[in-house]
């Protein structure tokens, strides 16, 4: 049905059912997205996108069980993008889709221009990431919230604002997603030479990107 529905959305979509054969179409490089479900037979959701992040950085948006937070946080830790609890309605996963389509393909500048602060380059068109002369590999959803960041070093960025510019949608209450992803970035990136990281929390306020 989501499929059918899709379509009608101007999307074209194909769908398989269980976790086996998602990794295999995932994998495939035919899709620019993948929107994968937690509960498959033979192999899960988690599973799967563990796979996934292993050999590709293609955006996933995960389905999960409304109010399954284990599942809905190892997904986010694991590279998910974005996630949708069910049941939903298909006109929002449409939205999230096309919001997370948007930041992996567009940039709000030249996208031949990189994006420098510190040790780090970002290359938006490209969606390309070097960290201290190295490449760093880096999720959609990453990669947006770290060029926000960027665009911004030295200073503090709301988590409102990282979640529009970002996220592509407003912040709402109690959404550890921003979070989630700002930890894995911390741990790619390691810690400065004091031990601390080099995105700061502001408690209250939001996250800054440290210049050195």
């Known amino acids: 049905m989501l499929s059918e529905y899709l379509g009608r959305e101007g999307l074209v979509a194909s769908a398989v059912h269980d976790g086996q054969s998602g990794e295999i179409e995932a994998l495939s490089g035919r899709y620019d997205i993948v929107v994968l479900d937690v509960m498959l037979p033979r192999l899960s959701g988690i599973e799967v996108l563990r796979r996934i992040r292993r050999a590709s950085d293609v955006p996933v948006l995960l389905l999960t069980a409304r109010g399954d937070d284990i599942d809905r946080i190892s997904g986010l830790d694991l590279g998910a993008d974005d996630y949708v609890p069910k049941p939903c309605s298909p006109g929002e996963l449409v939205a999230r889709l096309r919001a997370i389509l948007r930041r992996v393909s567009g940039s709000r500048d030249d996208p031949r221009a990189p994006v420098t602060a510190g040790g780090l380059t970002l ?17 959609g959803t990453e990669f947006g919230l770290i060029e926000e960041l960027a665009r911004n070093v030295g200073h503090v960025v709301s988590k409102e604002q990282l979640s529009l510019n970002a996220l592509g949608r407003a912040l709402t209450p109690f959404d550890r997603r921003i979070d989630v992803h700002i930890s894995s970035i911390r741990n790619k990136l390691g810690p400065r030479d004091d031990g601390q990281p080099w995105i700061i929390g502001i408690r209250g306020k939001g996250y800054q990107l440290a210049s050195d």
């Open 123 to 139: 290359w938006p068109g490209a969606r390309r990431a070097e960290w201290q002369g190295k490449s760093l590999e880096l999720t």
